[in-house]
């Protein structure tokens, strides 16, 4: 049977595969449209499955609000270049994610994957699949959190869309929300005031300080001084009502709060690609590989 050009551009609309491949694939069907495409997805997501090992530390924040304001889903989808995280066809699937984790209120990640993607005909999962066939690189669901506002109200900050942030404020307003959201994706605390820094974090760092002062040779009433003196310092450095306000250094956090007569009762901060190691890529060795291989 012959291949026409205009089978081959319809493949190619159908599944965003590339002109050799649609062809082959047709040749192989005998022209069967349905049959090529299966064909398709066959190989695509084996391909894809190849890929899954493969580094996904790009990619956007995106999030996404009710309309009353009083819900808001945070999610951050990875991919593993910053060109494909601009792509339309990437940023309209990160745009259905927040919208099926605000919808779905999943408990984690992996349950975010399993809901049926809003707007979409197939799970998150599956379309996930799909755009990693078709973009060819590894696409990845990594993290979701849905707040609510509760009696309070809900300021949302995205800085481009590698960083975002949401606000959960108890008075005040959503002025006051929008700058503590921006200084939360300025300053980085850990958590909202001293009660909530764990444990096992602050024990680490007493015993550094500990450590560090005993050097000092000073006596140990005194090293006891001067490790809680740091541990103070530390507190200060990571927690929101601690931290000096970034648009007016002179005031923390909590003193602009009381001002306001308002309380921050939760946050969240998503940074594309925090915590995950970069694998460094030799290509030298990489193209090596392949000319002996």
């Known amino acids: 049977m012959t291949i026409s050009a205009s089978m081959v551009k319809e493949l190619r609309e159908r599944t965003g595969s590339g002109m050799m491949e649609c062809k082959k694939a047709l040749v192989e069907s005998n022209g069967d449209m349905e049959a090529a495409i299966e064909l398709m997805r066959k190989s695509g997501l084996a391909k894809a499955d190849k890929r899954a090992g493969k580094t996904a530390a790009e990619g956007l924040i995106e999030l996404c609000q009710s309309d009353d304001g009083s819900r808001v889903a945070l999610v951050e989808v990875n991919s593993e270049t910053d060109f494909v995280s601009k792509s339309d066809d990437f940023r309209n699937f990160a745009a259905a994610v927040a919208r099926t984790a605000l919808e779905q209120s999943p408990a984690s990640p992996e349950a975010l994957l399993q809901a049926p993607l809003a707007g979409g005909e197939?799970?998150?999962?599956?379309?996930?699949?799909?755009?990693?066939?078709?973009?060819?690189?590894?696409?990845?669901?990594?993290?979701?959190?849905?707040?609510?506002?509760?009696?309070?109200?809900?300021?949302?900050?995205?800085?481009?869309?590698?960083?975002?942030?949401?606000?959960?404020?108890?008075?005040?307003?959503?002025?006051?929300?929008?700058?503590?959201?921006?200084?939360?994706?300025?300053?980085?605390?850990?958590?909202?005031a001293?009660?909530?820094?764990?444990?096992?974090?602050?024990?680490?760092?007493?015993?550094?300080?500990?450590?560090?002062?005993?050097?000092?040779?000073?006596?140990?009433?005194?090293?006891?001084?001067?490790?809680?003196?740091?541990?103070?310092?530390?507190?200060?450095?990571?927690?929101?009502?601690?931290?000096?306000?970034?648009?007016?250094?002179?005031?923390?956090?909590?003193?602009?709060?009381?001002?306001?007569?308002?309380?921050?009762?939760?946050?969240?901060?998503?940074?594309?690609?925090?915590?995950?190691?970069?694998?460094?890529?030799?290509?030298?060795?990489?193209?090596?590989?392949?000319?002996?291989?």
């Not at 024990?203 to 040779?217: D, N, V, W």
């Open 194 to 293: 001293e009660r909530d820094v764990p444990a096992d974090l602050l024990a680490k760092e007493r015993e550094i300080f500990t450590a560090q002062a005993a050097e000092s040779g000073k006596p140990a009433n005194i090293v006891e001084k001067m490790v809680e003196g740091r541990v103070r310092k530390y507190l200060a450095e990571i927690t929101l009502l601690g931290q000096p306000f970034v648009k007016d250094p002179d005031q923390s956090v909590a003193q602009l709060l009381k001002q306001a007569g308002a309380e921050v009762t939760a946050f969240t901060r998503f940074e594309v690609g925090e915590g995950v190691e970069k694998k460094q890529e030799n290509f030298a060795a990489e193209v090596m590989a392949q000319v002996k291989g």
């Open 122 to 192: 197939g799970t998150v999962e599956n379309t996930r699949q799909a755009l990693a066939v078709k973009i060819g690189e590894n696409i990845g669901v990594r993290r979701c959190v849905v707040l609510e506002a509760g009696d309070g109200l809900l300021a949302t900050y995205l800085h481009g869309t590698r960083i975002g942030v949401v606000v959960a404020l108890r008075g005040g307003d959503l002025e006051l929300g929008r700058d503590l959201a921006m200084h939360v994706a300025a300053s980085r605390p850990v958590c909202v």
